[in-house]
């Protein structure tokens, strides 16, 4: 940690500029004190490690969450500095007694508090989610900064990303999810967004890069970017390489559903698979909940017949709960729910010309077009390609 008090109460911050003896004089004078816990802490000066105080004994600090690596350090000195810089009201590692917890950085803007954390190593899933509840109970809008070595990319476009580091996406105002990096060995931040999975734990994305001087505290919480569907050739050469041959690893209960309706899942529609905005809801490949809600509801459907949204979300319920399709947890993400994943769906159905809208009945759809199962994985990977085509031509008109 970089702040530190005096028994007499004095605040000790070393994002200040310090002459070493200086530091010196006080620490070897005074009692120097964690200001959570009040236990003592030492002063670690070093020419390689950047200057920072550590607790004597480690036993039982509740804010000490972060087993500080240098790199944390650095990149919150950094990003201190960054807010700093533009006359945004900054406090180190300020202690809030109430909630018992230590914010990396606390800002005050526009009468609004902010929490920011740089988060670089992995921590327990529940602790995450208490410090993010606690914050925004006391009306500090957490904000998670990332740190840049979480960043996994396997191609320009395309990530991993784990259930952890999804808890850290941040939404403003739309249901746009972002993620947030911060390099401090590149000193660059790198904003993710349009995020759509297309297995668990693979994204397509679009990421864009800054240089602190180049990006400011306000576009940063209010990145605003419109989602956009990935037009990438990589979706239809993931989908390919899932035809021929990672649907062998799906599930078994999902091979029972589809061969047991006739329907090898190599060759289920094209029409399955698609992206879809809000289906970063579902954890579950969006190939196979597709799939599924075309097994289930239109392949059966005559062509002029009606089906509600109702039918399919209640069913799709149910296989929820009974753990058949995974969801993914989005605590940030409180004015979307994964039953739009299932509407944004029918809307690309819609778009695609399977369906239409039936606007005597609210969400009710009427069946137009029959789909075609394809015969062969070639036919399919043929279908694929057209029916992105169509979906990326009307959604970007
Ligand atoms: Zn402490």
């Given at each position: ?197 297309f ?34 050739p990589i979706w239809l050469s993931m989908k390919r390489r899932w035809r021929t041959n990672s649907y062998l690893?799906a599930?078994?209960?999902f091979k029972?559903?589809f061969y047991?309706n006739g329907l090898p899942l190599s060759l289920v529609p094209s029409e399955a698979g698609i992206p ?9 490949e969006p190939i196979i909940?597709q799939g599924w809600i075309l097994l289930?509801?239109i392949i059966p459907?005559?062509v ?44 690309q159905l819609?778009?695609l010309g399977v ?14 077009a029959e789909l075609t199962v394809p015969k062969n994985v070639e036919e399919a990977c043929r279908l694929d390609k057209m029916v992105l085509m169509k979906l990326y031509k009307?959604?970007?008109?």
């Amino acid at each position: 940690m970089l702040l530190a008090i005096t028994e007499a109460g004095r605040t000790i911050s070393l994002v200040e500029k310090w002459e070493k003896q200086e530091l010196l004089n006080i620490t070897e004078n005074e009692r120097i004190l964690c200001p959570a816990c009040k236990e003592k802490v030492q002063l670690k000066t070093g020419n390689k490690r950047i200057w920072h105080f550590a607790h004597i004994s480690k036993k039982n600090c509740e804010t000490q969450l972060e087993n500080e690596s240098e790199y944390h350090l650095k990149g919150k000195i950094q990003l201190f500095d960054w807010l700093r810089n533009q006359g945004i009201n900054v406090e180190m590692e300020k202690y809030l007694p109430k909630i018992k917890q230590r914010s990396d950085l606390f800002v005050t803007w526009k009468d609004q508090h902010y929490a920011l954390e740089f988060q670089c190593s992995t921590i327990e899933s529940t602790v995450l989610l208490k410090r993010t509840k606690a914050y925004l109970r006391e009306n500090i809008t957490p904000i998670w900064i990332l740190g840049g070595n979480r960043l996994k990319r396997s191609s320009e476009n395309i990530l991993k990303l784990t259930a952890f580091d999804l808890l850290m996406t941040n939404s403003s105002h739309s249901k746009t999810l972002t993620l947030i990096y911060y390099c401090p060995a590149t000193r660059q931040f790198s904003i993710v967004s349009s995020l759509t999975p297309f297995s668990p734990i693979n994204f397509l994305a679009s990421v864009d890069f800054f240089l602190p001087t180049r990006i400011c505290f306000s576009k940063i919480i209010n990145t605003g970017r419109v989602y956009k569907i990935p037009s990438d050739p990589i979706w239809l050469s993931m989908k390919r390489r899932w035809r021929t041959n990672s649907y062998l690893f799906a599930d078994d209960s999902f091979k029972r559903i589809f061969y047991g309706n006739g329907l090898p899942l190599s060759l289920v529609p094209s029409e399955a698979g698609i992206p879809v905005e809000s289906m970063i809801w579902i954890r579950t490949e969006p190939i196979i909940w597709q799939g599924w809600i075309l097994l289930k509801f239109i392949i059966p459907l005559k062509v002029g017949a009606v089906l509600s949204f109702q039918e399919i979300f209640q069913s799709f319920k149910a296989k929820v709960q009974q753990g058949f399709f995974a969801l993914r947890q989005l605590p940030f993400l409180n004015d979307s729910h994964y039953s739009f994943a299932i509407m944004d769906y029918l809307q690309q159905l819609e778009k695609l010309g399977v369906i239409e809208r039936d606007f005597r009945e609210r969400s009710s759809f009427r069946k137009i077009a029959e789909l075609t199962v394809p015969k062969n994985v070639e036919e399919a990977c043929r279908l694929d390609k057209m029916v992105l085509m169509k979906l990326y031509k009307k959604s970007n008109i």
